[in-house]
């Protein structure tokens, strides 16, 4: 019903910037809330930041100041613009939609894109 697939997952040295991007497409009525979860083995996937359909934004302490998450609604698209980037931020991303499917919300996931901060 509801296709979710990230890009933008890669290789980058400390201190450096990646950008994240996620479009949802299918058969829904509406995107509600997006949302940037990570997870590295061994530990639940956390969130990262979140962004509501109206625009309100929540981040992990972790990442507040050097990430970005924004959205495009009329393309059902999130970004998640990481900078100064740490080893520790190191995981698989995966991005959460809540869309609106008949007359319930659900939330679809993507396939998840691995981020790799090292030197």
């Known amino acids: 019903q509801v296709l979710v697939v990230e890009s933008g997952g890669g290789l980058v040295q400390p201190g450096g910037s990646l950008r994240l991007s996620c479009a949802a497409s299918?058969?829904?009525?509406?995107?509600?809330?997006l949302g940037w979860y990570r997870q590295t083995p061994g530990k639940e996937r956390s969130l990262v930041a979140a962004?509501?359909?109206?625009?309100?934004?929540n981040y992990a302490g972790s990442v507040k100041g050097r990430f970005t998450i924004s959205r495009d609604s009329a393309k059902n698209t999130v970004y998640l613009q990481m900078n100064s980037l740490k080893p520790n931020d190191t995981a698989v991303y995966y991005c959460?939609?809540?869309?609106?499917?008949?007359?319930?919300?659900?939330?679809?996931w993507g396939q998840g894109t691995q981020v790799t901060v090292s030197s």
């Open positions: 959460n939609a809540n869309a609106r499917v008949t007359n319930y919300n659900a939330d679809y």
């Open positions: 299918g058969s829904f009525f509406s995107i509600n809330g």
């Open positions: 962004i509501t359909r109206g625009g309100t934004t």
